[in-house]
């Protein structure tokens, strides 16, 4: 049984940084896709970014240069580092896990797995 099991947010200031975790059980971490999503009030599930099992990674343009995912394969463990913190970022942020290379990876229906979520509430 696959669990992502996530940690971190909370209630924070305009400008504050941020780091959230994910950990991965049931299934092999290295050969899984790891995402992160957000869904705001009101809105769709938002991609952030994607951390492929190559290293490599995609963003999304809002949070690109501000938001980083980094992997730990030894801790099977996924991160997201948020900096520069904005009030459009408030939301609940997702972690996900993608089985297999889809070329939609940006939506959130392609996704295998899911994280609990956790609220992450920017103020000024």
């Known amino acids: 049984q696959v669990q992502l099991v996530q940690s971190g947010g909370g209630l924070v200031q305009a400008g504050d940084s941020l780091r959230l975790s994910c950990a991965a059980s049931g299934r092999s971490f290295t050969n899984s896709h790891m995402a992160w999503f957000r869904q705001a009030p009101g809105k769709g599930r938002e991609f952030i970014g994607i951390?492929?099992?190559?290293?490599?990674?995609n963003y999304a343009d809002s949070v690109k240069g501000r938001f980083t995912i980094s992997r730990d394969n030894a801790k099977n463990t996924m991160y997201l580092q948020l900096n520069s913190l904005k009030l459009d970022d408030t939301a609940v942020y997702y972690c996900a896990l993608l089985s297999n290379y889809k070329p939609t990876y940006t939506s959130p229906n392609v996704y295998d797995y899911w994280g609990q979520g956790t609220q992450i509430t920017v103020s000024s």
């Open positions: 951390s492929w099992t190559t290293g490599n990674g």
